[in-house]
Nanobody, 119 residues
Framework: QVQLVESGGGLVQPGGSLRLSCVAS????????MGWYRQAPGKQRELVAA???????NYADAVKGRCTISRDNAKNMVTLQIDSLKPEDTAVYYC?????????????WGRGTQVTVSS
C-alpha cells in the first residue's frame, strides 16, 4: 500500500520560511514524478511545484523564485522549501506522486499539512 506522509506545516509570519517534507512508502519512489499541491479555502487545488525522476522541475508562477523542490530517492523523501512567505500562501499543502505505466496513470496523495501565514 502506497502512503505519502507530509510534515512541516505550521503558523509562520509573513516573510518567514517553511520546509515541508513528504516521505513515501510502499512503492518504487524514484520512478514517480513527485510534487506539492495546495488548496486554499474556497479555491481549487493547484500545483505548487513538481520534480520528475530525472530531476526536471516545474514551479507555479506564484512561487517562482521563492520555492525550491528537492528529492532524496534513497530516503524516499521530497521536500519543499518556501521562502518569503505571503498571506496568500496560506493553504493545505498536499504531497503528490504519480507514475504512468502502459498508459495507466497511478496517482497518490498525502493527507495534507496546514500552512498558515499570518502576523
Amino acid at each position: 500500500q502506497v502512503q505519502l506522509v507530509e510534515s512541516g506545516g505550521g503558523l509562520v509570519q509573513p516573510g518567514g520560511s517553511l520546509r515541508l517534507s513528504c516521505v513515501a512508502s510502499g512503492t518504487t519512489f524514484s520512478a514517480y514524478v513527485m510534487g506539492w499541491y495546495r488548496q486554499a479555502p474556497g479555491k481549487q487545488r493547484e500545483l505548487v511545484a513538481a520534480m520528475t525522476s530525472g530531476g526536471n522541475t516545474n514551479y507555479a508562477d506564484a512561487v517562482k523564485g521563492r520555492c525550491t523542490i528537492s528529492r532524496d530517492n534513497a530516503k524516499n523523501m521530497v521536500t519543499l522549501q518556501i521562502d518569503s512567505l505571503k498571506p496568500e500562501d496560506t493553504a493545505v499543502y498536499y504531497c503528490n506522486g504519480y507514475r504512468t505505466v502502459n498508459d495507466v496513470r497511478r496517482t497518490y496523495w498525502g493527507r495534507g499539512t496546514q500552512v498558515t501565514v499570518s502576523s
